[in-house]
């Protein structure tokens, strides 16, 4: 699931737990505070005190599930997914708590102070009782739902989003008041009030509506990529990156731009940078081009003289390399002639401007796929060589599309938003929606380069620091 369907379920859950919020003590006689009859009669402070209410109330949500998140950030280090698994819990017993009508325990018995409306300007006394009632549990609480989020916010440990969830509650709480304040000097407003009080099948149906909700925020945490992910690693390689693979085959590049093959337990050194392997060979690029050499033995086997190149990939009837030129990044194919000892033309796959650029390419039965990246949008792209076809499988403005993979039948990519990211899997030819295969929550670590084999990830995963690292992991 994106992670935005998991806030969006927990923006509106809090909205409803909010407004439940208004059956409470403080809430029912904050509607007769801030009505005309509770300020001498005058509609205009009626008008300043619902302006001031509501931000308040906002202010008040956003602090207390903003630390909450942010202390959950400090001390879960990596345990997201069992974080969740936790919120799952929570979410579900929370629900069956309010499907059930259970009296609320801990109950806080707290009011807000009476007096301040008559030592201060009502608009102000209004912020700062907004506030109260925002913070949650400074007065009475009168869902089950209000302890959930509270924990789901230090579960989740996203500031933001516990930010978000904060101000949503605050806003629940905050608008029945001010709607029903405005009017209940009229008989609509009196009705209205009436019912609440005198009808407890209402406050019966609110606390089942915060259950439905609950339980959806369950399922968004189930789905979400934090628990649908593989998180099995069993392969590190620290300070590796741009992994490249073929069957029980590896090769990646070093720190100082070195090229290696893993084989087995062993590792060898390549004479090359950017190293790809596929079919019958291994490509590595270099001060004078690109040099092909054979898989089993890394003898040389031919080469081809170009400059600048970045990335590449190769399989047994073509190699792909990537270039920049006075800003502009190129995609190149050349065929591969005579058992890799002679190659074809330069053919250009495809060509960035100024206000784009083109990621690395993979390779698979003669079609290269790439990602295009423009300011506002960016593309997932598959070429067809031998036919000069381009498709575009997939396109955002919403999230930074990288790094795809192929093996067969099956492709890789990377998707990135501004907190989190994760590696979706798909049928090339379509047919079927992505399901996420591997998740890394937060911004301080970056999923890079990715290879793929029928079973296995390979990924590459940069620290902040610039530091990298090569992770395996089955799906």
Known sequence: MDPGALQVTLALTALLVGATGTWSPC??????????????????????????????????????????????????????????????????????????????????????????????????????????????????????????????????????LG?????????GRAVPIVAIGLIVDRRVGRGALDAMTMRPGIYRGARAGDALALVAVALALVTSDALAASRDVDLEVKRGADPSVAADDMVFQGPHGDGFLVRGPHRESLPGRQPAIGGPYVAIANSNGVTLLDRGTLAPLGSFVTSRVDALAVESAW????????????????????????????????????????????????????????????????????????????????????????????????????????VRLRRVGGGHAARTIYSLPGHRRQIWSTALTADRLYLTVLSRSGASKLLSSGY
Request: with cysteine; net charge positive; aromatic share 6%.
């Open 27 to 160: 809430g029912l006689s904050m509607i007769e505070t801030i009505a005309p009859s509770g300020n001498s009669g005058s509609r205009r402070v009626t008008y300043a005190a619902c302006l001031t209410f509501l931000p308040g109330a906002m202010v008040g949500g956003a602090v207390t599930f903003g630390l909450l998140a942010l202390l959950g950030a400090g001390l879960q280090g990596k345990s997201q997914p069992l974080a969740y698994g936790l919120g799952v819990a929570v979410a579900l017993a929370a629900a069956i708590a309010e499907a059930r009508g259970t009296v609320i325990v801990p109950q806080i018995r707290r009011q807000v102070p009476e007096h301040w409306r008559r030592v201060m300007p009502m608009p102000v006394a209004a912020a700062l009782y907004g506030v109260l009632l925002g913070l949650g549990f400074t007065t009475f609480v009168l869902s089950f739902g209000v302890w959930a989020l509270a924990a789901l916010a230090l579960l989740v440990a996203d500031p933001a």
């Open 163 to 171: 930010a978000l969830i904060g101000v949503c509650f605050g806003i």
């Open 319 to 422: 190699v792909i390399y990537r270039r920049r030129e006075d800003g502009i990044d190129l995609l190149l194919a050349r065929a591969i002639n005579t058992a890799g000892t002679s190659f074809g033309d330069p053919i250009l796959v495809a060509r960035s401007d100024r206000a784009s650029q083109l990621g690395r390419p993979a390779l698979s039965a003669g079609r290269v796929y790439y990602v295009r990246s423009r300011p506002r949008t960016n593309a997932l792209v598959r070429h067809a060589i031998a036919d000069d076809e381009t498709t575009t499988l997939e396109r955002s403005n919403r999230v930074a599309l990288s790094n795809p993979a192929v093996a067969g039948k099956r492709l890789a990519y990377v998707v990135r938003s501004r907190r989190h990211q994760w």
